[in-house]
């Protein structure tokens, strides 16, 4: 199948503003599955509420667009139901680590076979501008006029102290990594985490004077650098990217099947 293939064109164009990444992230995503050969039976696509979670509504797979905060809810009751199909979460920031904070560190926990997409811009871009858990000390938002004073979480070390048993990062300014991590995630049997840092230049660019969209890709180019770069050791505030873990453990609908076996027995 052909990236178009995958597609709903007839909800095209889509409704991101200008110089939004989750355009960049739905292409880079096809391609993964695209070069994985996979077929569109065996794909369930479910997404949140927000500006990342409309990419669910562009993709010609198996999709639930459900509640905000919920996505890892509803796509562990699917992949429960149905061990046997690849479950894909696309998130924001505010998606997944706001209100639904509680459910990404509890599926990590039980390291249930999800890849889990967390598109960090940094902001709710839908509902107006207002700051996320991720958004950082010191930046602007409509709720932060003067500055916010909220830490922000590192995605890479909250789902790496759940317990998910892949954890990447990347951004929208490499592509190329995005496929290939993608790809990966999504070949591994456990809960994946791929955080992609990915611009909004209508809202955060605009609060926090960096400019246009292109003006935030080139800017991701230089705040961060692969994993164990010299260039972190140099400068230690560089953003690294990469895939941070990469382990084998037991999956939980797996552990699940053999409880059900144990029962059947009457173990």
Same mark, same amino acid.
């Given at each position: 199948? $052909?990236? *178009? ?23 880079? #995503? ?88 967390? #598109? ?16 950082? +000390?010191?930046? *602007? ?17 909250? $789902?790496?102290? $759940? ?39 209508? +809202? ?5 004077? =960096? ?22 050791? =140099? ?12 382990? =084998? ?5 797996? =552990? +699940?099947?053999?409880?059900?076996? #144990? $029962? #059947?027995?009457?173990?």
């Amino acid at each position: 199948m $052909a990236v *178009k293939d995958y597609i709903r064109e007839r909800f095209f164009p889509h409704m991101w503003c200008p110089g939004c990444g989750h355009g960049i992230v739905l292409n880079s #995503m096809l391609r993964a599955i695209e070069k994985l050969e996979m077929s569109k039976n065996d794909i369930v696509m479910v997404s949140g509420i927000g500006c990342s979670a409309r990419i669910s509504g562009y993709v010609d797979f198996h999709t639930l667009h459900t509640i905000h905060g919920r996505a890892l809810a509803f796509a562990t009751g699917v992949k429960m139901s149905r061990p046997e199909v690849n479950i894909l979460v696309p998130m924001g920031d505010g998606d997944a680590l706001a209100i639904g904070g509680n459910h990404f560190i509890h599926a990590a926990r039980r390291n249930i076979d999800i890849t889990a997409i967390v #598109m960090n811009n940094r902001i709710y871009g839908m509902t107006g501008g207002q700051y996320s858990p991720l958004s950082g +000390y010191g930046i *602007k938002a409509t709720t932060a006029p003067y500055m916010n004073i909220d830490h922000d979480f590192d995605v890479v070390e909250l $789902a790496k102290s $759940a317990g998910a048993t892949f954890v990447a990062r990347t951004t929208t300014y490499h592509i190329q990594q995005i496929v290939d991590i993608i790809q990966q995630a999504i070949l591994h049997k456990g809960f994946s985490v791929v955080e992609i840092m990915s611009q909004c230049p209508t +809202y955060f660019g605009r609060k926090n004077k =960096e400019g246009s969209g292109v003006d935030m890709l080139k800017r991701y180019k230089k705040i961060t650098t692969p994993i164990g770069s010299k260039a972190k050791k =140099e400068n230690p505030d560089l953003i690294e990217r990469g895939i941070f873990v990469q382990k =084998e453990m037991p999956e939980y609908c797996a =552990e +699940y099947d053999k409880v059900i076996e #144990m $029962a #059947m027995k009457g173990q």
